[in-house]
């Protein structure tokens, strides 16, 4: 038996767009020379060219984020303050390890278009495609356009999401995470901005993660290769970083593939 590993998360970085400009990532590197002077809180008087190598101290990096920058799990919390008919929505921290270990299922919805909102319907026939019933715990990851969008000024406004029934479509039979390659579970703003304008309609907004006042789940977003999966037949890992009281946490998200040797 081979395993292999499918990297399914972006990289943070300063120069790939990947949120909207208020809300990137700012990170600040600093080369083993410029940490001298914090060497001298541990080892006062030592200069850079008395280190064992002369090069300095350390290498370090100051970074800015949100907890939604990146690929990131979002905690009930997130969606809203209550979940499962009235109880408090657990928080990052609170989201049991067991939903972030478990077999993967990907849906292709790269054809549909940008701003497209998925119905129950879309879900169950794309299943029924791939020949696959849903389990219990099955982590389902959403394939779309914006896939291959990542890093162009739209990528925001780009590939299809996740509306109220098709969420509740998977929650109700047992999922509990769930994952997309575009910048939300929701359709992109622009899109529900039109829609709720045209109708007055403004349960459309957010109608996906607001499925969690129903039943409580989580979502990746942002993940990334979803590509290179197949439909079903991989194991998912992406524990989230353990942020107190937090809506969401960073993770590396990895599927994990046993090949026959």
Not at 39 to 65: N, R, S
């Amino acid at each position: 038996m081979t395993r292999r590993f499918i990297d399914l998360s972006i990289t943070l970085c300063n120069d790939v767009i990947s949120d909207p400009p208020f809300l990137r990532p700012e990170i600040t590197y600093q080369t083993h020379a410029e940490t001298v002077g914090e060497m001298e809180h541990f080892f006062p008087g030592i200069t850079a060219e008395q280190t064992p190598d002369g090069a300095g101290f350390a290498a370090a990096e100051w970074v800015k984020l949100t907890t939604h920058n990146g690929t990131h799990l979002d905690a009930p919390w997130h969606f809203h303050p209550t979940m499962d008919g009235g109880k408090r929505a657990i928080t990052i921290d609170e989201v049991p390890l067991e939903w972030c270990f478990q077999n993967g299922v990907k849906l292709d919805f790269r054809h549909f278009p940008d701003g497209y909102v998925v119905t129950a319907q879309d879900v169950e026939d794309e299943l029924k495609r791939i020949g696959h019933e849903l389990q219990p715990l099955d982590i389902v990851l959403i394939n779309t356009a914006a896939g291959g969008a990542l890093g162009r000024p739209d990528f925001v406004n780009v590939g299809c999401g996740m509306g109220y029934e098709a969420t509740m479509y998977l929650t109700s039979r047992g999922v509990r995470v769930t994952g997309t390659d575009a910048w939300s579970w929701d359709a992109p703003f622009s899109y529900t901005a039109e829609k709720v304008k045209e109708t007055g309609d403004t349960s459309l907004i957010w109608e996906g993660h607001k499925a969690g006042r129903d039943i409580g789940y989580c979502h990746l977003e942002k993940l990334h290769n979803l590509e290179a999966l197949p439909p079903h037949g991989f194991t998912v890992s992406c524990f989230p970083h353990k942020i107190k009281g937090a809506s969401a946490g960073w993770t590396r998200a990895v599927a994990i593939i046993e090949d026959a040797a």
